[in-house]
């Protein structure tokens, strides 16, 4: 096969439950004022009691494949990207594969948090240069954030949401596509945003299984890694801020990405926000924007994209992706939540 690969198609799903700032604020002790000035949050959406993440994925995987009239029966690989995994095991991906009936594929999970859609980025753009009999790849980043936060924590309940988001990445011509991926982390700081029990450290219990976060030093290490990364990628790329047509990365927060953002020389027309409208969806955040750009008509074929990526772990890293006008649909929230099975 060629041995460039690039997204031939995009898709999202979010769940039919819609909670605005108004809802939302009175169990956080905050204000909805509070929460649209400090985060830019505006809304969010939530999982229904019966929907799981590998629900949410299969539906935005449905949809980037109708996106890129493409069969299932194409897919030679899955990679589900999460930190809200249906169970412990088996894989996300594997409950993905079944419910969209993607026989052919291998299935499997990468667990980076909100670089999550990254790093298997990566893991599918090789495995597809090295594997001629995988044409194509999902790469799909999900996260039911909603069954995880405690309501009365301003910290999380103001910025998390649940949605889904999937590429499809396949061969493209010479010069487009992903160029060279920089990927990092440092599990040092691994306990500054995290989801205690579930694992073999603690048990389950209810009050570990909330996320937990410390605001000021997640807020650091964004300030920190944002400009090196976007730096990194215009250099590893040699090219300059004023050739980059869009730069897609992870929302936590989309009052300090736009701060960050603009300390970098960044406009506002070249950096697509997403936050204010779903929330920090995690490993979602950055295929639901790259989805959004190209639905809106925001990327055109030769557009060079820059993406970043942090997340817990810590980690992080960054890529520059040059667009061949893949399709987009994004698809809005259902008449009623999705049942697949």
């Given amino acids: 096969m060629n041995a460039s690969v690039g997204v031939v198609g995009a898709g999202s799903y979010l769940p039919r439950r819609r909670r605005t700032n108004d809802e939302v604020a009175p169990a956080a002790g905050v204000s909805a004022e509070w929460i649209a000035a400090r985060t830019g949050v505006l809304a969010r959406h939530a999982a229904a009691p019966d929907e799981?993440?590998?629900?949410?994925?299969?539906?935005?995987?449905?949809?980037?494949?109708?996106?890129?009239?493409?069969?299932?029966?194409?897919?030679?690989?899955?990679?589900?990207?999460?930190?809200t995994p249906d169970e412990l095991g088996p894989a996300t991906a594997c409950r993905v594969q079944a419910l969209v009936g993607a026989r052919h594929a291998v299935a499997l999970d990468v667990t980076a948090a909100c670089s999550g859609w990254l790093f298997g980025a990566r893991v599918a753009r090789d495995w597809l240069a090295g594997d001629p009999s995988a044409r194509y790849a999902a790469v799909v980043g999900v996260e039911t954030y909603s069954k995880f936060v405690d309501p009365a924590d301003r910290a999380t309940a103001s910025l998390f949401g649940d949605g889904a988001a999937a590429t499809l990445l396949g061969p493209v011509a010479d010069g487009f596509g992903f160029g060279p991926?920089?990927?990092?982390?440092?599990?040092?700081?691994?306990?500054?945003?995290?989801?205690?029990?579930?694992?073999?450290r603690l048990p389950v219990n209810a009050d570990?299984?909330?996320?937990?976060?410390?605001?000021?030093?997640?807020?650091d290490f964004i300030l920190d890694v944002f400009p090196r990364m976007l730096a990194h990628a215009l250099c590893q790329g040699r090219v300059t801020l004023a050739d980059v047509a869009l730069v897609v990365t992870h929302q936590p927060n989309p009052v300090l990405l736009q701060q960050a953002a603009r300390q970098m020389g960044v406009t506002d027309r070249q950096l697509?926000?997403?936050?204010?409208?779903?929330?920090?969806?995690?490993a979602?955040?950055?295929?639901?924007?790259?989805?959004?750009?190209?639905?809106?008509?925001r990327l055109r074929h030769g557009d060079l994209v820059v993406i970043i990526a942090f997340g817990g772990g810590v980690?992080?890293?960054?890529?520059?992706?040059?667009?061949?006008?893949?399709?987009?649909?994004?698809?809005?929230?259902?008449?009623?939540?999705?049942?697949?099975?």
């Avoid at 570990?208 to 807020?219: E, F, L, P």
């Fill in 272 to 282: 697509i926000v997403v936050g204010d409208e779903v929330g920090n969806i995690g």
């Fill in 208 to 219: 570990g299984q909330r996320i937990t976060m410390n605001g000021k030093a997640v807020r």
């Fill in 181 to 200: 991926f920089t990927l990092g982390s440092d599990g040092r700081y691994a306990d500054h945003a995290m989801i205690a029990a579930g694992g073999s």
């Fill in 52 to 83: 799981a993440a590998s629900d949410l994925g299969a539906a935005a995987l449905k949809s980037a494949l109708a996106a890129a009239h493409l069969e299932v029966e194409q897919l030679g690989l899955i990679v589900a990207a999460t930190s």
């Fill in 284 to 297: 979602a955040n950055i295929p639901y924007a790259l989805a959004k750009a190209a639905s809106e008509g």
């Fill in 315 to 341: 980690t992080w890293g960054t890529t520059l992706l040059r667009w061949t006008g893949a399709p987009a649909i994004r698809v809005a929230p259902a008449a009623g939540h999705l049942q697949l099975r």
